[in-house]
């Protein structure tokens, strides 16, 4: 069987490793960061009032009246003014739009950087897309920040790709940094592409989003409502770029047929609108942190990453895969550092998608067996 070049050289995508570590076993799933918190009621009823007894092939521009929402909620949430026509175009959640993305714009250029460690698809985007992929260092020392005077190919730069706040160190990035990271893609013409799929799960100050640059010509922002409103299985995102870009993206998309379907858009055009639903999100996911951080600090695990997003990022020392598996032995499911690229050796991540109570239980566990 012939298959394509990236996918036959591509290692196994890490996470289906861990359905195969869970597999037969009664565990405590801290491993992926899918969400098991009921999503909100209103949201649940947009949806059903939405479906009716015929449905049709949704738009890739999709429905004017999500584009307002979310062109809405980006003025309230960063103060930055965006047409909701001309610069927002929906997507089928984050993850596939950021994938796909390299495909719609990749020419003569063909460089890719690539936080490191980070989510896969930025990586796996470009390598399908045939691009070139120059990793960009993270580190504990720097804040989770890569250091932008050791990058020194800026002029064959395509894409530049950050994830803040950051999967998987819960670090996140001050404004001044995407001024910066803006300014030398001015420069040099490339595009900065900003994943800030959870910029509302925060426990400090609210995060920056590189929507607030004084100049976003190059800046193109992703983002979505599976983290903030409990809804993963939906599907529903947004891109935010230029006119120029957003309107390439509208020429491509019809091709993937990847818009969400239309009441879904209904639903979503809710969950954009309310705000009071996030701030319960956020104190379930604050409760959880505080029910586990005290435990894994006594226990001598360090925290080692910021102050948003729903994971915990720990560093454990030795062998990340090493002391995952000996957790899984007494029930709790966590991804090693090392799956997030060779520099997170050392570091584990653990996902607060369990119930409370689950969470309790946990404690409980490690408590005793650390």
Not at 19 to 45: K, L, N
Request: proline letters at 7%.
């Amino acid at each position: 069987m012939l298959l394509s070049p990236v996918l036959a050289e591509l290692e196994q995508y890490p996470f289906t490793r861990l359905d195969e570590w869970r597999a037969g076993r009664d565990v405590i799933d801290f491993g992926v960061g899918d969400p098991r918190e009921a999503t909100p009621r209103f949201i649940r009823e947009a949806l059903k009032a939405a479906v009716g007894e015929r449905s049709s092939y949704p738009r890739a521009a999709g429905l004017p009246e999500l584009r307002e929402a979310i062109a809405g909620w980006i003025g309230r949430r960063f103060g930055v003014a965006v047409d909701p026509d001309a610069e927002i175009v929906p997507t089928l959640g984050s993850k596939e739009a950021i994938f796909s993305f390299a495909q719609a714009v990749l020419g003569e250029r063909r460089l890719v950087a690539v936080p490191e460690p980070a989510y896969p698809v930025y990586e796996r985007g470009a390598l399908f897309a045939g691009g070139t992929v120059a990793a960009v260092p993270l580190r504990e020392e720097t804040g989770w920040l890569p250091d932008l005077d050791a990058f020194d190919a800026w002029d064959e730069l395509a894409l530049f790709w950050t994830c803040y706040p950051s999967n998987p160190t819960g670090a996140t990035a001050p404004l001044s940094f995407y001024e910066e990271l803006a300014g030398r893609a001015r420069e040099h013409g490339f595009l900065l592409c900003s994943d800030e799929a959870y910029s509302e799960l925060w426990f400090g100050e609210p995060p920056a989003s590189a929507l607030q640059v004084s100049e976003r010509e190059h800046v193109v922002v992703f983002n979505t409502l599976s983290k903030r409103s409990s809804m993963t299985g939906y599907r529903s995102g947004f891109v935010c770029a230029s006119p120029a870009v957003a309107g390439a993206l509208r020429r491509f998309r019809p091709t993937t047929g990847t818009a969400p379907q239309e009441f879904v858009q209904r639903a979503s055009v809710a969950a954009w609108n309310d705000e009071e639903h996030v701030e319960a999100v956020r104190e379930v996911y604050r409760r959880k942190r505080e029910t586990l951080l005290p435990v894994l600090e006594r226990k001598g695990l360090r925290p080692a990453g910021g102050d948003a997003t729903f994971f915990l990022w720990l560093a454990v020392g030795g062998s990340s895969e090493a002391f995952a598996l000996a957790l899984l032995e007494h029930g709790l499911l966590v991804a090693p550092g090392s799956f997030f690229g060779p520099g997170a050796e050392g570091y584990v991540r653990l996902a607060l998608v369990p119930t409370q109570a689950e969470c309790e239980r946990a404690a409980e566990i490690l408590e005793r067996v650390l």
